[in-house]
């Protein structure tokens, strides 16, 4: 490059303007990126989809015989009880906590608050992309139940609402690694954010029916959100249209959100604050 | 009288119990390029980002572009460029989609932005443009990242440490851009180096930073000239002896011991070194080394602060 290709940069100066871009186009853009970003890093979501595989396939082969056999269970479906499972594990924790986790270390994340983007979009728009990760990675799981002769009474409206309240769950869940991820800009601090799924999925009714639990286990499974997430979508399979059901896994949902969010937008204020 | 386009009172910037800037009062004009110099942790950078909006000052003012930079700083955003330390771009997005974004973020339309791609596709190997950045040199980094900083024309450039690990052709690129910004556009730059060479080639101003403070500021000729026309820099086996001998003679303005030679600055040196000699030959002094040379800004700096930029290589 001489110092003519400059000049010729320069006199070609446009008559460009700067100005904000608006909420929606901040939020498009900040998603756009991240998205493109996903295929480009195939460990960061690959995990999701071997693990909830994984279980789905070893927890049937484990407990599928046993627990069809408990008298009184005669219209028992273990294929249908494990989906739902099978799509919590595949949803919670996805996130992009650990990329922005590299954006603040590199110095990108200030490239971004330097521009005239809105900050809530630079956590809004990351979340975004997860909802649409999520979502696509729940798929594959039900494409694997459907193999395997899960049966949706509910039909094709059923499976929509199935998927959204997988999504809807993993993107309250979110919360935690964005909020850890913006406190401390550290991507250890953030991979063992993943320990909170650990009593969220398994201290629940996630590979034996509630009523089935012991009871200690039982009480706390009953103040555990994904409980009734999983209650709620597993009507779906196989009771039919069960709104109480539904409802409450919509208000689990809602609960947990309301309090992972408000940690990462609160993180979020900190992280600008520093600034 | 030129427009300031920057300008500082009093301006401080503390983390925690550590005072990074202690009061920095500058004054920069309309469409100079404006060095900052200063050794590693002098505050420099801490300065710039203040200026640029992205560290609140602990305490004093300061204006951009008009704009007070804490109440006004939605609208110096979308009036000045930066590229930061460490070109930080992202590593698996392509050229041409990092340009893009940066158009969108600063309202550009897709086509607007992509004119502007073209426009700047001089400053980045256009080949390379639709690669991830994660295969780019350090110096096409540098490259894209000022371009990116340019996406919006901005009306002022900040430029921290631009040419700083780059090898010496990346380095002399850079500064051909940095001139042919401000000789073809106008467009008022901020610069700061380690680098004494660099503020010496492109700054039509200088300040210098120590310890958060400004301990000088001028054009590099004029601060180079107030400590003398010329430098004698002199080894000898016995330094105290030889200030001592040195001192008295009318040819010499100034001596000081620097780390590797003595200084002895003189208004002018080729009827200097005669008179310097035989006084340190009549003290008993022998001499290793004697180089004559004009001022740089190391001596400067020395001059001011009593030290040296260290710069790591």
């Not at chain 2, 390029?33 to 003012?61: D, E, Q």
């Not at chain 2, 050229?95 to 502007?116: C, H, K, N, V």
Request: proline residues 5%.
């Amino acid at each position: 490059m001489t110092t003519t290709d400059v000049t010729r940069a320069a006199e070609a100066r446009s008559n460009v303007q700067a100005r904000p871009s608006g909420f929606v186009r901040d939020l498009v853009t900040i998603a756009r990126r991240a998205l493109r970003a996903v295929p480009r890093e195939p460990e960061a979501f690959l995990p999701a989809l071997f693990i909830p595989a994984f279980f789905f396939i070893v927890n049937l082969g484990a407990l599928q015989d046993l627990t069809e056999s408990i008298p009184g269970a005669t219209d028992f479906s273990y294929k249908n009880f494990q989906l739902p499972t099978a799509i919590i594990f595949a949803v919670t924790g996805i996130s992009r906590a650990t990329a922005l986790v590299t954006d603040i270390q590199t110095g990108y994340f200030d490239r971004l608050l330097l521009s005239p983007v809105r900050r809530l979009p630079l956590l809004l728009g990351l979340m975004v992309s997860d909802f649409v990760l999520v979502i696509a990675l729940c798929i594959p799981v039900m494409i694997l139940g459907v193999i395997v002769g899960v049966s949706f009474g509910t039909g094709v409206l059923g499976i929509l609402l199935f998927i959204l309240i997988g999504a809807l769950w993993g993107l309250a869940f979110t919360g935690f690694p964005y909020a850890i991820a913006l406190k401390t800009a550290n991507p250890g601090a953030v991979a063992s954010s993943f320990l909170l799924f650990f009593p969220f999925a398994f201290l629940t009714s996630s590979t034996v029916p509630l009523e089935n639990l012991t009871p200690w286990m039982r009480n706390i499974a009953r103040v555990n959100p994904i409980t009734y997430v999983l209650e709620g979508m597993r009507s779906l399979l196989s009771d039919g249209w069960q709104w109480g059901e539904i409802g409450k896994a919509f208000l689990a949902i809602a609960i947990l959100g309301a309090i992972s969010q408000t940690l990462a937008m609160l993180a979020l204020r900190g992280r600008l604050a520093q600034n | 009288m030129h427009e300031l386009v920057i300008e500082t009172s009093d301006l401080q910037r503390s983390f925690g119990d550590v005072q990074a800037v202690k009061s920095v009062d500058l004054q920069v004009r309309a469409g100079e390029i404006y060095g900052f110099l200063g050794p590693n942790g002098a505050g420099k950078s801490t300065v710039v980002k203040m200026l640029i909006t992205l560290l609140r000052p602990t305490a004093g003012t300061a204006t951009v572009l008009g704009h007070d930079v804490v109440d006004g700083a939605a609208e110096i955003r979308l009036r000045i460029g930066a590229a930061l330390q460490d070109a930080s771009l992202d590593e698996k997005q392509s050229g041409r989609e990092i340009l893009r974004l940066q158009g969108a973020l600063y309202g550009l339309t897709r086509s607007e932005a992509d004119r502007r791609i073209d426009e700047l596709s001089s400053l980045i190997e256009v080949e390379a443009i639709d690669r991830w950045i994660g295969t780019y040199s350090g110096g096409m980094r540098r490259r894209l990242d000022l371009a990116a900083s340019l996406m919006h024309s901005p009306d002022m450039l900040f430029l921290d440490e631009p040419t700083t690990g780059l090898d010496p052709q990346s380095r002399l690129q850079v500064w051909e851009e940095v001139r042919a910004l401000n000789t073809e556009l106008g467009t008022t730059i901020f610069l700061t180096t380690q680098y004494l060479e660099e503020a010496d080639e492109l700054a039509d101003r200088v300040g210098i930073i120590n310890d958060g403070l400004i301990v000088g500021e001028g054009a590099p000729d004029d601060l180079k000239r107030s400590i003398g026309a010329d430098v004698i820099q002199v080894k000898v086996n016995d330094n105290d002896k030889a200030i001592a001998a040195l001192r008295s003679l009318p040819a010499v303005d100034k001596v000081e011991a620097g780390p590797r030679a003595l200084l002895v600055s003189v208004s002018n040196g080729a009827a200097a070194v005669s008179p310097v000699v035989i006084a340190l030959d009549g003290a008993g002094v022998n001499i290793g080394e004697l180089t004559l040379r004009t001022p740089t800004l190391d001596d400067v700096f020395l001059e001011l602060t009593g030290d040296r930029i260290e710069v790591p290589q």
